[in-house]
């Protein structure tokens, strides 16, 4: 019987899951289980009948001291004694082991301690458990997201400092309480239908949402809600992190505020606008683009912008080189040559003008190209119309011109008749006639040589055409001293003094300068003061011009008539001083046709000074 039941005692101590080690009085290990032996990485034979110090070593973990075994104690003192924590056991391969172990003394039945016992057990597993564990409280301690649990009610377990952060509630305040306390005034029903959810064993993932924090203030969130279950699979509780998404949401909507506001104006721009991708590939259209080329956005996307926007050249009609190809290649700015049609969808032709650009991301990588169009068909049309209407009226002009001519110089020959005649019937008449048959006669006479006198300017200043002698270099210091030449006479009888500065060489017409001195020294003379008439002719260089002045010491103008006097037969005078009102009227001609312009500067009683000018390119 006794050896039965040391059978089964032994058998019993070699089935126990913790490592066991039993002793004689000397502390010499008489009995090893399989599980000691593992513990210890030895074979029994390595063990038998040794001393149990000599197997059982230990030493602090931290301080890597050696540790007193506790056997001598127990063996001395009958006592049961405990390893102190972070004991470490140097196994028989030299590898340390935590462990955790009691010592007990074996007492006979006398009372005599007859040996120890030595229970221990390897705790590395149960060690790295409580270092995930406290790694684990670590992550949820410091996470800025909110991680909380609670039970199957919605009562709160757990509050992490994220959630204190997020939600403003502490800990303290939370665990214990119904996780409603931070539900959203308009989603009371929320919580509990994701409590229905998590008890049907449901996950709620990125579920976006909005909670009350302390004081009422909303949070956006993003919620993530697991089932926590028990050992049997039954769910006891919610676990949840919420992540507070108030920013992401504010920066996600004003993106789409900002490409709605993108898209509004690209739908808006007047021009047409196509954009492409690094190949040349159409990337969109706007609703102008839609237009000019006849094609939808959708049907254009992905295809060559050649074949959507197909440009030709309106004189040659050959396919243009496409400007997206030319901005690929080189990078640059380009506009299109001028004259290019663009051939919509159904074959319609339109006028365009175009520009394109790389889309740079950085400085140098090119993403596509943008292109901006507009329809100039109207404008080419108008165009062409202007220049169509300014050669009609240059041949109007002309018509008119010949036809001032020819009527100026056919009228001319009767009137030479009528001046003849008059002239011989006033020799003819009688010493009889009388007074007044002759003064009408005279009237006659008269008006027929004023009207020969007008008919004579106005085929003058039909005459001025455009410069049909191409201009020469003309020294007007040489064309002053020729139309002073043809003055002499007025000049001599008005006890005039004619001088001048130095002046250039233009490049004009000849006669037409000499003609130009002559009628304004001609006006200074006429329109004389009491004073003897003095003229001064001067040139002064401008930026682009040349500026001539005749000034004189004469009657001078009022200023409400300086610009009228430059009109056709516009006169300030009578008979009393000759003239046919057309001379300025030749003057401002001509230098127009030069390319110059024509002005008075005048005080009336102080003379005046009448100034031309001639663009320098013209020298
Ligand atoms: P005409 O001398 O044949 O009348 P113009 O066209 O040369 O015609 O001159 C137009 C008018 O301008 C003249 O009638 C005269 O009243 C005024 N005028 C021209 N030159 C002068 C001048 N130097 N001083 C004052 N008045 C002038």
Redesign the pocket.
């Known amino acids: 019987m006794a050896k039965q039941l040391e059978e089964y005692l032994r058998t019993a101590l070699a089935s126990i899951g913790d490592a066991v080690i039993s002793t004689d009085a000397e502390g010499r290990i008489v009995f090893v289980n399989k599980v000691a032996l593992s513990v210890l990485r030895a074979a029994e034979d390595d063990i038998r009948g040794k001393h149990v110090d000599e197997i059982f070593r230990i030493q602090n973990e931290l301080t890597r001291s050696r540790v007193e075994s506790p056997l001598a104690k127990v063996l001395l003192e009958g006592a049961t004694v405990g390893l102190a924590n972070h004991t470490v056991l140097i196994a028989h391969d030299g590898a340390e082991v935590p462990i955790d172990n009691s010592v007990a003394p074996i007492r006979g039945e006398d009372g005599v301690v007859q040996g120890a016992v030595l229970v221990f057990r390897d705790i590395t597993a149960r060690r790295k458990a409580e270092l995930t564990q406290r790694l684990l409280a670590a992550i949820v301690e410091f996470s800025d997201d909110a991680i909380i649990s609670k039970d199957i009610n919605g009562i709160v377990t757990s509050w992490n400092k994220g959630a204190e952060r997020i939600f403003g509630y502490t800990a303290e305040e939370m665990i214990g309480k119904p996780i409603v306390i931070i539900a959203a005034p308009d989603r009371v029903d929320e919580m509990p239908r994701i409590l229905d959810r998590i008890k049907r064993g449901e996950r709620l993932e990125h579920y976006e949402t909005v909670r009350q924090a302390k004081g009422g203030r909303l949070v956006d969130i993003s919620l993530t809600v697991s089932p926590i279950h028990d050992e049997q699979g039954k769910v006891i509780g919610a676990s949840k992190i919420a992540r507070d998404i108030t920013e992401q949401l504010r920066s996600r909507s004003e993106l789409a505020e900002e490409r709605e506001r993108l898209r509004v104006t690209f739908n808006s721009i007047g021009d047409g606008i196509i954009t492409t991708d690094n190949l040349g590939r159409v990337a969109c259209l706007n609703p102008v683009a839609e237009q000019l080329t006849g094609w939808q956005n959708s049907e254009a996307v992905g295809r060559p912008l050649e074949e959507v926007f197909k440009i030709i050249n309106e004189d040659s009609r050959q396919t243009v080189e496409n400007p997206a190809t030319k901005v690929l290649r080189e990078g640059i700015i380009v506009g299109l040559a001028n004259h290019t049609l663009l051939i919509t969808k159904d074959g319609h032709e339109r006028s365009i003008d175009d520009s394109g650009a790389p889309i740079r991301v950085g400085s140098d990588e090119i993403l596509g190209v943008v292109l901006v169009f507009r329809d100039v068909t109207k404008r080419r049309a108008d165009e062409k119309e202007r220049q169509s209407r300014a050669v009609e009226l240059r041949r109007a002009n002309e018509d008119l011109n010949q036809f001032a001519y020819a009527a100026a110089h056919d009228l001319r020959e009767p009137l030479r008749n009528v001046v003849n005649f008059s002239q011989l019937l006033l020799r003819q008449l009688g010493a009889d006639t009388r007074d007044d048959t002759r003064t009408s006669l005279k009237f006659i006479v008269e008006g027929a040589l004023r009207m020969d006198m007008l008919l004579n300017?106005l085929l003058a200043y039909s005459q001025i055409g455009g410069l049909e002698k191409s201009p020469a270099l003309v020294d007007t210091n040489d064309a002053l001293r020729r139309a002073l030449d043809s003055l002499k006479i007025a000049i001599t009888e008005a006890d005039a003094v004619v001088t001048s500065d130095d002046l250039p060489a233009v490049l004009a017409n000849d006669g037409q300068m000499v003609q130009v001195f002559q009628?304004?020294v001609?006006?200074?003379i006429?329109?004389r003061s009491q004073a003897a008439p003095r003229v001064h002719i001067r040139a002064r260089k401008d930026d682009y011009e040349w500026i001539f002045s005749v000034r004189?010491n004469?009657?001078?103008?009022r200023p409400e008539?300086q610009t009228l006097?430059?009109q056709l037969f516009?006169?300030?005078?009578g008979r009393e001083?000759?003239?046919?009102?057309?001379?300025?009227?030749?003057?401002t001609k001509i230098i127009e046709r030069h390319g110059g312009r024509f002005w008075v500067s005048?005080q009336q009683g102080e003379?005046?000074e009448?100034f031309f000018s001639l663009p320098l390119q013209n020298e």
């Open positions: 300017d009628n304004l001609s006006n200074a006429k329109y004189d004469g009657m001078g103008i008539y006097i430059f516009k006169r300030l005078h001083i000759p003239g046919t009102g057309l001379g300025l009227a030749i003057c005048s003379g005046s009448f």
